[in-house]
């Protein structure tokens, strides 16, 4: 896949300059007119025809910049992945080009990031943190669902009893899958809850919507992951935000104690790059990810070659099956 941005006063401008440059065939994947009067950005996409993996030649002395290259900054600058980390995957997944670039790209992430999903069969609690839309109820109904059709008994606690709706809403979750929805209103209730829901092989627990600009509800997460103890803290962070927002929310969370990334709407996302640079700056093991408003379906585990795959891929495709066939949970 080859990607590239041209810059025009005019839409029927940067057209031809797409259609110049890439041909017919290529694919708008996204299109916007500037605030400040200065036209418009159009980014394009292409396949690479067979020729686009051929090695670089010598012209006049210098070598050519070879498509491999150019196709792993394109995509790299894309998802609007951080420079200082641009490089360094660049750099690392360029050392040795006997792989395909999908491979040295995921060793590259592998080196760069922590990669780390949980097992499936995982008997500690899950605690889901996050900004207030994160998705964290519709997360703790796919944790359940997948644990349920495994055979596995769930416990799922909710301390969100501040949302209006927020307790309807997963308790027809969990009614589906005819398991024990539990409400709990401080941390010493939480404590009671998770000790009563011992014998459980998963409990999920879902927080409230914390705003992680506001000190109090940091304070308030803060009293619930304390009593959640040795629980999985996991920061349920979507696909698409702005990159300094992104970092500096995991950044805060992580300040709390949450340590593993789930990233959600993959499907309404075309550009992860911000999810990336929040993992790598809070420190934190990216585990899952979520494609689907469905609860049934897609939860995948997050692992270098998925990671790779997503940065790759053609964005004006929608069909994220094939990202994670090979890594699916």
Known sequence: MRLKTYHAPTMSEAM??????????????????????????????I????????APVAMNGAAVKSPTTEQLAQSLAYHAVPEDLAERLRALALLDSSDPLERRLATA?????HFDPLPAGNRQPLVLVGAPGAGKTVAVAKLATRAVMAGRSVAVITCDTVRAGGVEQLSAFVELLGQ????????EELCQAIAEAAERDTILIDTPGTNPLNAVEIADLQGFLAAG????????????LDGAEATDAARQFAEVGARRLLITRLDVARRYGAALAAAKAAGMSLDLASSSSFVAQGLHALTPGAVARLLLRNPAKTDLAAVFSEDSV
């Open 16 to 45: 031809r300059l797409v259609r110049v440059e890439l041909g017919d065939e290529a694919v708008i994947v996204s299109s916007y007119r500037s605030r400040r009067g200065r036209g418009v950005e159009v980014t394009a996409a």
């Open 47 to 54: 396949e690479p025809r067979d020729a686009a993996t051929a």
């Open 109 to 113: 992430l592998a080196s760069e990031l």
């Open 180 to 187: 024990p929805l539990v409400t709990v209103a401080g941390p």
């Open 229 to 240: 103890g040795n629980a999985h803290n996991i920061l349920v962070l979507p696909a698409g």
